[in-house]
């Protein structure tokens, strides 16, 4: 079965860049999707195919899929993205997720 | 809008079963299908199964397929998620999940806790 892997956790300072991967055999040539989820809340979708954002989801939040690697950025971070940061792509007709990933706002 | 509304909290003894319901609202019921997502204390995600809501037809991870009844309910509007034969380690909050490739709209959440 597919294997997404992120990193546990990324910490960024307030105001600035955050970069979470999630990591796939050739995972460029497929749909990846990320989700945000803050304690005790169900996860919210904040990009999907890739690089779009729902409607509602600022647009501080972009993402990037090329190779083996796709990346959820977060610029101008604030305290309120704080939160478990999951990829999810569909293969096989399942939905495989990543571990998570724990962002943290210095 | 669009919402899906699940059952409550529950309890179960080692060995019982649980059925959790989703009730989405907003959309035609049977132009989308439905994930069940689920998190256990402190864990990652895990996606269990999936249902087309118009047909029926349905798709479960390996791990808990043997265990596993995922049924649509069109008269309702209604899904429902079957987990039998409960463990301690099924401890967890189960999601429903619009389903596409992505999953975009998310139930509130049912924890289901396994405890003799």
């Known amino acids: 079965s597919y294997v997404l892997t992120q990193p546990l956790s990324v910490s960024v300072a307030l105001g600035q860049t955050a970069r979470i991967t999630c990591g796939g055999n050739?995972?460029?040539?497929?749909?990846v999707h990320w989700y945000q989820q803050k304690p005790g809340q169900a996860p919210v979708l904040v990009i999907f195919?890739?690089?779009n954002r729902p409607s509602g989801i600022p647009d501080q939040f972009s993402g990037s899929n090329s190779g083996n690697t796709a990346t959820l950025t977060i610029s101008r971070a604030r305290a309120g993205d704080e939160a478990d940061y999951y990829c999810?792509?569909?293969?096989?007709?399942?939905?495989?997720f990543g571990g998570g990933t724990k962002l943290t706002v210095l | 809008q669009i919402q899906l509304v699940q059952s409550g909290a529950e309890v179960k003894k080692p060995g019982a079963s649980v059925k959790v319901s989703c009730k989405p609202s907003?959309?035609?019921?049977?132009?989308?299908?439905l994930s069940w997502v689920r998190q256990a204390p402190g864990q990652g995600l895990q996606w269990m199964g999936w249902?087309?809501?118009?047909?029926?037809?349905?798709k479960s991870a390996q791990k808990v397929q043997d265990r596993l009844t995922l049924t649509a309910d069109t008269s309702t509007s209604t899904a429902y998620m079957e987990l039998r034969s409960l463990r301690s380690d099924d401890t967890a909050i189960y999601y429903c999940?619009?389903?596409?490739?992505?999953?975009?709209?998310w139930g509130q959440g049912t924890l289901v806790t396994v405890s003799s």
């Open positions: 999940a619009r389903a596409g490739e992505s999953l975009d709209y």
């Open positions: 907003g959309y035609t019921f049977t132009t989308f299908g």
């Open positions: 249902i087309n809501a118009y047909n029926g037809n349905t």
């Open positions: 050739n995972i460029g040539n497929k749909n």
């Open positions: 195919r890739d690089s």
């Open positions: 999810q792509v569909w293969d096989s007709s399942t939905w495989v």
